[in-house]
């Protein structure tokens, strides 16, 4: 089958509006979009933003990719318009949107995802190694249509389950450039809040919830338990089973916090305080719903939630013009997820490991209020690596961040010896450019290497 790129190129609209603004005609493009097909039956949408920051044009800024997680939420939507994106959900402009300091490129990933489509659900990904895959079709059509970004420092940031995503394609990208199958400038990769090993996750999730108060003596002993059924799983090689017991944790948890946020601590998930999932748990209780319909009901629907449904459906839809009319925004993130449950509990600690090891600059950026990969967990995973510069990275001392959004208090802290950089970001949860936009901008920044 010929891979074949649509795209569309708009001029910058008025703020906060939708249509093209006459006067701006003679400006540069300000935005593009379109599909690949990157498989039989597979189409994957893509949108980007041409950087517009006073530093200069888009030309001397970096350009960055955004994944977001799930698998099955969408960049397109919840990381450009919740996020990072030039505007908000409301169609205000945002003033810590990453446009400022970068080129931005959101993708619908994996394929089915947000505006993305299969023509069948044969045709979803099952596996990392597929999406990563699918993204090195895209990003040659990409930087093959889009030359003047081939020698642009190019860098990629996720999110969550993106960071999985992330780590997997960037690894694929590196051997692509090397054998000169992708022409582009490579320059890191940034892993937030991501799901790289999923059992250190579950494990922390009683020791943190107990240090802050959320769980009692009783409380702890329940979710270590659940979270032990989750170990013995993994340990057996169970990957399915795993998923299954994860989400039956996530229950034990939701019951003795009475509905703790799992993406941000200090708030409460009124409407799922006591949900469980269907059958007999490994403790002994009654559960209500299916395993995939409560997974979905957790970790995708924060992400398509009805404004913004609304607003992707209806005058984004308008506004792309290229949308088919049988595809929904969202249409299929059931599914992805659902495909994906076989491959959802593996880590991919050992491709992070190949990452260092091939010189890829990688940086781990953590919310501290984040609970579904709390940052505990996170350096539980960051003491496993084999790279050689751990004893050396370990050995030193977090350096403080100023908040830019309020000066004199400390915002973030972080590491960085050679290749690998990790921060601590304060006061925020797992979406961490929704919480402290102003610390994560800085931070883009300092990765990029912009003053």
Request: charged letters at 20%; proline letters at 6%; hydrophobic letters at 40%.
């Amino acid at each position: 089958m010929t891979t074949q790129l649509r795209r569309r190129i708009l001029r910058p609209p008025p703020p906060g509006g939708l249509e093209e603004n006459p006067s701006a005609r003679a400006a540069p493009p300000s935005e593009a979009w379109g599909y690949v097909d990157i498989r039989q039956g597979a189409h994957m949408f893509w949108w980007l933003y041409y950087a517009n920051g006073s530093a200069g044009s888009y030309k001397e800024l970096p350009l960055v990719m955004w994944l977001q997680g799930g698998p099955g939420g969408s960049s397109c939507g919840f990381g450009n318009f919740e996020e990072i994106g030039p505007l908000d959900r409301d169609l205000k402009p945002r003033n810590t949107t990453w446009v400022q300091a970068a080129s931005v490129l959101f993708v619908d990933n994996p394929v089915g995802t947000g505006f993305s489509y299969t023509d069948t659900e044969e045709a979803l990904a099952r596996d990392v190694a597929t999406v990563a895959a699918d993204m090195m079709v895209l990003l040659s059509n990409f930087f093959g249509s889009k030359t003047e970004f081939q020698g642009t420092p190019f860098y990629i940031f996720s999110e969550s389950y993106g960071g999985k995503m992330a780590a997997a394609i960037a690894m694929e990208l590196t051997e692509a450039v090397s054998q000169g199958k992708i022409k582009c400038n490579f320059a890191g990769v940034a892993l937030g809040d991501s799901w790289i090993s999923p059992l250190d996750s579950v494990l922390t999730w009683g020791p943190y919830l107990y240090s802050t108060s959320l769980l009692d003596d009783n409380g702890l002993g329940e979710v270590t338990m659940a979270a032990k059924a989750v170990q013995q799983a993994v340990n057996e090689g169970n990957f399915q089973k795993a998923t299954e017991l994860w989400s039956d944790t996530e229950s034990v948890v939701k019951q003795n916090t009475n509905g703790v946020n799992f993406y941000n601590i200090l708030t409460q998930d009124s409407d799922d305080k006591v949900t469980s999932v269907e059958g007999a748990g490994h403790l002994g209780k009654t559960f209500t719903l299916p395993v995939r319909t409560l997974l979905t009901h957790r970790h995708i629907r924060p992400l398509h939630r009805q404004s913004l449904d609304r607003l992707m459906n209806g005058p984004i839809r308008k506004k792309l013009g290229i949308i088919p009319q049988n595809v929904t925004w969202g249409g299929q993130a059931y599914e992805v997820f659902s495909s994906m449950e076989g491959d959802f509990m593996k880590p991919v600690i050992d491709i992070v490991d190949q990452l260092l090891a091939a010189g890829v600059n990688v940086t781990v950026y953590n919310g501290q209020l984040d609970l579904i990969v709390d940052t505990i967990g996170q350096e539980l995973w960051v003491k496993k690596l084999k790279w050689a510069g751990l004893p050396h990275f370990n050995l030193l001392k977090w350096m403080p961040l100023d908040d830019p959004a309020n000066p004199g208090q400390t915002g973030a802290f972080y590491k960085i010896y050679e290749n690998f950089t990790f921060y601590w970001i304060l006061r925020a949860g797992h979406m961490i450019p929704a919480d402290q936009g102003s610390m994560a901008l800085k931070m883009l920044r300092m990765v990029t290497q912009q003053k």
